[in-house]
Each structure stands twice: as C-alpha cells, then as structure tokens.
C-alpha cells in the first residue's frame, strides 16, 4: 500500500510539473509574440491587451455556462482545466500588458487592482480544490452533510469506549479505579464539549488546535498512571480526538469552498466591465494606433 501510495504522489507531481512547464512554454511564446509585434514598429500594448481581453472573455464564458448548466460534467472539467491554464498564462500577459509597472491613474489603479486580487483568489482556488482532492483520497468527508454523520459518530464512539460508571461496575461494591475516574472527569470537563454534534466554533474554523493540544496533553498525562486496560482505553480516545482533529480541517475546507466563490466571481464580472470601460476610453482618445 506504501508503495502504491508513494507511486501515485511521484505520478501527481509529475503531472504538475509538466503542466507548469507547459503552462510557462506557452507564456514565453505570447511574451515572444509580443516582442515581435512591437519590435513590427506597433504598439504591444494592443496585441497583449487584446490577449487579456480574449482571456477574460473565456473566463466569463465558463463562469456563465457553469451557472446556467450549460456544459456536460465532462465538459465542466476540461473546461476548468482550461480556466485555470487560462488564468495562470494571462499573468505574463499582464505583466507584458502593464511593463511590469504600478499604475498612474485611478482607473488604472482599479484595473491592477482587480486584476491582481482575482489572480489571488484564483491561485487560492487551486489550493482548495487541490487540498479537497487530497482529502478524497485520504477517505476525508469534504461535504457538510457527511461530516456531520461522522460528528454524531465519533460522539458515539467516545462513549462508548468510556469506563462503565459505579452502578455498573462488573463487581458491585468495588469503587472505580483512580485512572477510569479521571477518564470520566476528562470527558464530562472537556471531551463532551469538544465531540457535540455539529458543533464547529470559529476557532476550529480558522484552524486553532488549542482545545486539541489541551486533551491531547491530558490524555498523555493520565496515560502514565493507567492500568494497562485504561492505557488501550486512552489510546482509542486519544485517536478518535486525532479523528475530530482531522473532520475540522475538512469542515474548513468546506467553508471555504463555499465561500470562495462569492469572491472570485464577482471580482471576476468587475473586472471585465472594467475591461470593456478601458477598451473604449483607450480606442476614444488614440487615432492611428494599428
């Protein structure tokens, strides 16, 4: 399994590597379209501005044909691959476009500003749906939904892996040993709380691992004062904490899945009707630019 596991992970970053290699080649060959073109005693600027707006054009398209259903689910999937390919190669036409300066004005200050913030909420796109990815394969649930079911059945399993109580003692009249007492303690002060269904707080949103660390560090504590059958007990919880630890990072991911969209799509439409704004300011105050 080791083996197949390592095979499939040098195979992934191949094909990463050779996408971004593929993805640079193309980059230098419109920089070098450019270079021609303007060494043709032309202004660059119009060829690699019309390549952001060819660009843009494709993006947009994608965005409204994925909103309105338009594309297959195999259609859907080469077509963000060509998004993404599309994104990352409109960087070094960007570059080209503005000559690798800051702005002058304040349309221009909203172009580049937009320009560039949608090239950031795009390459953190990537992250998340490559981290979503990571997550099947790891057999991580990466819907809210299925999360939840696995909330309610970790609780389950907490407590079900908890000390009987003294009424339920196999002997009756024994008192309970000190490390299942403390086991209990334990989880009516901290592992109840931190295993409630379907509760994510906004420290675990945002991937604070105190409330972890801090059963973790309890656990690790009663472990060297337990019989060797409170040991196997401890070593259970202690994996079904790692378990919610882990539902956490995956409820994020969740989160931002959902909302990432509400970011990068709407700089995505402003972006283009600043687009269009700077194509017709440039065309209405130039004369024998071609």
Not at 239 to 264: E, G, K, M, T
């Given at each position: 399994?080791a083996t197949i596991d390592r ?109 560039v913030l949608i090239t950031l ?170």
């Amino acid at each position: 399994m080791a083996t197949i596991d390592r095979s499939s992970s040098d195979h992934n970053l191949r094909s990463v590597a050779l996408q971004l290699l593929l993805i640079g080649v193309a980059s230098a060959c419109l920089l070098e379209l450019v270079f021609l073109y303007g060494n043709a005693l032309r202004d660059p600027r119009y060829l690699d501005g019309w390549m952001l707006a060819g660009g843009m054009g494709l993006q947009i398209y994608f965005h409204v044909a994925v909103k309105f259903g338009w594309l297959s689910a195999k259609s859907a999937k080469r077509w963000r691959k060509l998004h993404i390919y599309t994104g990352l190669a409109l960087i070094a036409v960007f570059f080209s476009h503005t000559q690798a300066s800051l702005p002058d004005t304040s349309f221009e200050w909203a172009l580049w500003l937009s320009f560039v913030l949608i090239t950031l909420s795009g390459l953190v796109g990537i992250l998340i749906a490559s981290a979503i990815k990571a997550a099947r394969r790891a057999n991580q649930p990466t819907r809210r939904e299925l999360i939840k079911v696995r909330l309610v059945d970790l609780a389950r399993d907490v407590e079900a892996v908890l000390p009987a109580t003294d009424g339920e003692t196999m002997l009756p009249g024994l008192p309970a040993s000190p490390d299942e007492i403390w086991t209990k303690d334990l989880y009516d002060k901290h592992l109840k709380y931190y295993f409630a269904q379907s509760r994510f707080t906004w420290r675990q949103i945002y991937g604070s691992q105190t409330a972890h660390r801090l059963i973790t560090d309890e656990l690790d504590h009663l472990a060297h004062y337990a019989s060797p059958s409170s040991k196997e007990r401890l070593a259970t919880i202690r994996n079904l904490v790692r378990d919610r630890l882990r539902l956490d990072a995956a409820y994020r991911l969740v989160v931002l899945s959902d909302a990432w969209p509400f970011i990068h799509v709407p700089l995505t439409y402003a972006l283009t009707v600043l687009t269009v704004l700077h194509v017709v300011v440039v065309y209405a105050f130039s004369s024998g630019a071609w």
